[in-house]
């Protein structure tokens, strides 16, 4: 079954906006959405807590992407603005069955065990 569909990429300029989405099967505790760069590392971008909203950022993002659900969907949603060319990536969106995910892959950088991966949608920012 599949569990996470990401939604929403495509071309944009350098300063442009997209917004992903990432429909949501089962029960979850947080979504986190990464991004990877064609021969570079996975990184973590963004996460949620599904139930209380508390959201996540790593720092190269914070004020220009927001993530946010609509728990009625079942869907999670990056918006992203003032895009960067050097953020053109496959972006994906991973689901964590507990509440400790998001400190932990956005807080402290590190790695979390995920429940379901998404297959990922591809954002690209020309210059």
């Known amino acids: 079954q599949v569990q996470l569909v990401e939604s929403g990429g495509g071309s944009v300029e350098s300063g442009g906006s997209l917004r992903l989405s990432c429909a949501i099967s089962?029960?979850?505790?947080?979504i986190a959405w990464f991004r990877q760069a064609s021969g570079k590392q996975r990184g973590a971008v963004s996460c949620?807590?599904?139930?209380?909203?508390?959201?996540f950022h790593t720092e190269s993002v914070k004020g220009r992407f927001a993530v946010s659900r609509d728990k009625a969907k079942n869907t999670v949603y990056l918006q992203m603005d003032n895009l960067k060319p050097d953020e053109t990536a496959v972006y994906y969106c991973?689901?964590?069955?507990?509440?400790?995910?998001?400190?932990?892959?956005?807080?402290?950088?590190?790695?979390?065990?995920?429940?379901?991966w998404g297959q990922g949608t591809q954002v690209t920012v020309s210059s």
């Open positions: 991973a689901k964590y069955k507990s509440p400790f995910a998001c400190q932990v892959v956005i807080g402290a950088g590190g790695t979390y065990p995920f429940s379901s």
């Open positions: 949620i807590d599904f139930s209380d909203g508390r959201t």
């Open positions: 089962g029960y979850t505790y947080q």
